[in-house]
């Protein structure tokens, strides 16, 4: 049966503390080109992702998205308290020379968050269970995007 080159598949699912959503997406053109957009969690899985994208779409531009958000109120970032405090001297030693009057101390607060390095991020590392249920996403994802090339086709093929 005819396929078009034109599709879209979407699959989403939570994996430990996370919610992933995958999208593949493609329009008509001659040779291949992926474009594959993925957070730096997974950066270290692009190429087994490219291989697993390379064996299902022969042509074709393609676009692949991969997003996740965390679930429930763990952190991904933490105040970096002892830069800020040293920030903080700083300032108010800087204000208390300049006689600059500060008796809003929310002033410095605002301040303070927007200095470099304020919050640190956690760097959280994927775990091979992580990887593996991504995996499968990654794959339901690619049959739905198969499934609207075959309806597509079909389409095609009647008209």
């Not at 299902?56 to 405090?85: P, T, W």
Request: aromatic content about 8%.
């Amino acid at each position: 049966m005819l396929k078009s080159m034109t599709g879209f598949g979407r699959a989403e699912a939570t994996v430990g503390n996370k919610k992933i959503t995958i999208e593949v997406k493609s329009l008509n053109s001659k040779g291949i080109d992926l474009n594959i957009k993925i957070p730096s969690l997974f950066r270290a899985q692009e190429m087994p992702i490219r291989t697993m994208l390379s064996q299902e779409v022969s042509r074709g531009k393609c676009d692949f998205y991969l997003s996740y958000n965390m679930i429930g109120a763990e952190q991904n970032h933490i105040l970096n308290q002892d830069l800020l405090d040293k920030y903080y001297q700083d300032l108010k030693s800087f204000s208390d020379a300049k006689g600059i009057a500060n008796t809003d101390q929310t002033d410095f607060l605002s301040i303070l968050m927007r200095m470099p390095d304020a919050l640190v991020s956690n760097k959280e590392e994927l775990s091979s269970e992580e990887w593996t249920e991504t995996e499968k996403i990654i794959k339901e994802a690619i049959a739905a995007y198969q499934e609207f090339r075959y309806e597509e086709g079909k389409s095609l093929y009647n008209d």
